[in-house]
């Protein structure tokens, strides 16, 4: 027993020798496990499918059904699996050491055994065994958690986009006379709408990226020119910043099967972050290629790049990233989350090459 009164862990102890289980529970016991001692395979079954326990100490030479059956069973079943097991085994042959572990055993006792051999052995697996339990434990309080709080946050943004669509809707109405307005108060305004519409964008994509998580997106495929949709990219994108000139790179047209609108979305997301971050009078560069039954797409900028510690982090909802060179914080939000789960949605993957400082090329690969 413990401080507390609790056993130290509970222990199963499976052998047909009625001698060795006496001595295995009273000298187990005294050191504070609760022990169960069961003489065949069968009922060491039926005890585990009861009440697991932490830990079970098993015989191999056993009539009927021999330790490496019964350990082998156990592991096919969900409430034992993780159970550890050690083999008490007068079979001391290479052969029979490297069946024990293939069968699913943790460690194993040669006997006749030591006892403080077997307690050593014990207390290291059990202690394993509650601290896997513990961890498991609080990841599921973790999860849970996690989906409270988006839960919580789809509710808010699925209200906040009414008011937020008439908000625009009225800022839009609002420039149409704009001519009448100061140089100043035109500024504001657009200002406003832009914000405006930054708000509508991220909200519209918190929503696709739970949508994806739980595989309720649905992806619509077909023959898609990638090269074309990289010009209709540039195209709308070029004329909002066009001290920052794009170019695209493709050895003629690469088709590939796809659901557009996500694939696109993914190529916008890419592009923006590249404006965003590369300096005033620099190249952006889009390349598109095929090969080995892979369509790779990569869009390089001139900024500082990503720090190689951060190329998986980047890609985890509401990251924040170190701006190496100003020491400041920043969020990278939920675009490039989007275009993980929108590439790997179509069974391709998404990464980026930690260039620093001469600029991060961020790539999507897809199948065909």
Not at 73 to 98: E, Q
Not at 138 to 143: A, F, I, K, N, T
């Amino acid at each position: 027993m413990n401080a507390e009164g609790a056993p130290v862990g509970s222990v199963l102890v499976v052998d047909d020798t009625l001698e060795n289980l006496r001595l295995l529970s009273t000298l187990l016991g005294e050191q504070g496990y609760e022990v169960r001692a069961v003489t065949n395979g069968r009922q060491a079954l039926q005890a585990v499918e009861q009440d697991p326990p932490d830990l079970i100490l098993l015989d191999v030479n056993m009539p009927d059904m021999d330790g490496y059956e019964v350990c082998g069973r156990l592991r096919a079943r969900d409430r034992s699996k993780d159970v550890p097991v050690i083999f008490l085994t007068a079979l001391t042959g290479t052969g029979d050491k490297v069946r024990a572990f293939e069968a699913g055993a943790v460690d194993y006792v040669t006997k006749p055994f030591r006892f403080e051999e077997v307690l050593a052995r014990v207390q290291t697996h059990v202690a394993l065994r509650r601290a896997q339990v513990e961890l498991a434990g609080s990841y599921e309080r973790l999860q849970t958690l996690e989906r409270l709080r988006d839960d919580l946050v789809h509710m808010i943004v699925h209200d906040m986009r009414s008011p937020l669509t008439a908000l625009l809707l009225n800022l839009r109405f609002l420039k149409r006379p704009v001519a009448a307005l100061a140089e100043e108060s035109r500024n504001d305004l657009q200002a406003a709408v832009e914000s405006a519409e930054s708000l509508s964008r991220m909200a519209n994509e918190l929503l696709d990226v739970s949508r994806l998580e739980e595989g309720r997106m649905p992806v619509e495929r077909a023959v898609r020119n990638l090269t074309q949709m990289a010009r209709d990219v540039c195209a709308t994108l070029g004329p909002i910043d066009p001290g920052r000139p794009i170019d695209i790179e493709s050895a003629g047209a690469v088709e590939v099967t796809c659901d557009e609108g996500l694939v696109r979305r993914v190529m916008e997301n890419l592009v923006s972050n590249g404006i965003k971050h590369t300096p005033a009078g620099s190249r952006i560069r889009i390349t598109l290629a095929s090969g080995d039954g892979r369509t790779r797409v990569a869009v390089h900028d001139h900024g500082y790049g990503v720090p190689a510690d951060a190329r998986e982090k980047i890609f985890e909802k509401f990251t924040t990233i170190e701006a190496r060179r100003e020491g400041r914080y920043h969020s990278a939000g939920l675009g490039l989350a989007f275009c993980k789960l929108a590439i790997e949605a179509h069974g391709g993957t998404v990464g980026v090459e930690p260039n620093v400082p001469t600029g991060s090329p961020f790539w999507f690969e897809l199948p065909g």
